[in-house]
């Protein structure tokens, strides 16, 4: 029987197509031994069998063009439905499950090592990436071959391994390994190279970074398509339901390519003192660069720099405008700024130095402003919370690209019609409580039934507690902007 004929049942088990085993027997006359007992009963000890596992040699029997040819266009309607929860099957080899779960331990400490007892969690930090190992995915019947899978993120990978929970975001990578496996060259998944599956870490709801993307691109700005997922992972024993996801789409991969003009720009991933763009912080290291990798040209994001912190911002503010915007799309920002302080994200720019791209875009040669990482999104926030609409919480020494802009009139005026543009349209309390309704009907019941140990909730009245505080908040807001509007 067949892995398609057998899904529903045992979805995993076409895993056990997938190594070839090759046994050695080297037999000559010095391989066995031949001795007589004292009733002259022949014994006979053979060697030892020695067994290697070959997992180059397959054949990619599913392969098509639409569904794996680098040829084929994304399919967002596939890859992305909004109305839809889809199911994919990871299968990694025990042994490469435990490489995973070894190199985890070496990051971040012993699996549930902290937060014990509702302690503080956070108390290893690096820079490393988790590394990647081969495994098969599954999805509608369809296998994709040694692609590239990871864990993924940063304090929230390691807040959710230090308490013990193994639903963890993972990053899929599907030529990853093409140069181990000529079979999968340029393999994709419906046109996309890369995929990040996030777990919703600290949202009850498991909503809030679809819906937040969803806002984003209502308001008109570049940003990931998302979709929910159910992910199942078999790591030797059969398939264990690691619970519901949010498949999110590469900026690096197919967003600048399906939502500009080309992708031969500079795609920058800020993260650390250098992101915030404070005076004196310039550092390449620290502007990642997701594109042109081998290029040291830095002189758009030092040039953004200089021209923020330039003397003609309080000398000359109409030359200093000008140059500017002939270095930032400060529209495309501003209306940025205005839509994620209505939503209110705190986990990004003007409280975190991270959580978002920079794209110098090639039809305007303007670096332009791109959204990232919102599962922390449409709440007040932690910390110190999220900025105010008028930024009264924000300090222009460290977070100056927002309180610069905002305190000039010319870009002051600009944001408060974005602000207005977003309570009246993409966060409209109606549409956006609408939009809940849906989408909680959608996943309940896939959220509700994970399970001990790939979960965040504790009951699954949380989940619906989650929401209805998302309600809430949409109301909230609306207060809040337009206090703010008739100021």
Sequence with gaps: MSYKDIKSVFPIEKMLFFLFISVFIACSDD??????????????EEEEVSTTVDDTDFEATDWTTATHSKDADPDFEEVFEDNAVKRLDIVITEER???MLDNMTSLYGSFGGSNQGG?????????EDPIFVPAEVFYEGIEWYRVGVRFKGNSSLQSTWQAGNLKLSFKLDFDEYEDDYPQINNQRFYGFKKLSLKNNFDDKSM???????????SAGLAVSNTAFYTVYVDHGDGPIYFGLYTLVEEVDDTVIDEQFS???GNLYKPDGDA???AAGTYDEDEYVKKTNEDDADFTDVESLLNILHDASRT???AAWRTNLDATLDTDVFLKYLATNTVIQNWDTYGRMSHNYYLYNNPDNSKLTWIPWDNNEALQAGKQQ????????NITASQWPLISYLYTDDVYQAKYDAYVQEVIEGPFNEATVQALYATYSALVEPYATSEIDGYTFLNSSTDFQNAVNELNAHATSRTAAVNSYLNR
């Design 385 to 392: 919370g999220s900025a105010e609409l008028d930024f009264s």
């Design 119 to 127: 302690g503080p969690v956070g108390t290893t930090s690096t820079d």
């Design 275 to 277: 992101a915030t763009f």
């Design 97 to 99: 499950w435990d490489s």
């Design 31 to 44: 391989d066995t031994i031949t001795t007589t007992d004292e009733d002259d009963e022949e014994i006979v």
């Design 207 to 217: 909503l809030r970074e679809k819906v937040a993307a969803d806002v984003f691109r």
């Design 262 to 264: 080309d992708d031969d």
């Design 315 to 317: 000398t000359d503010a």
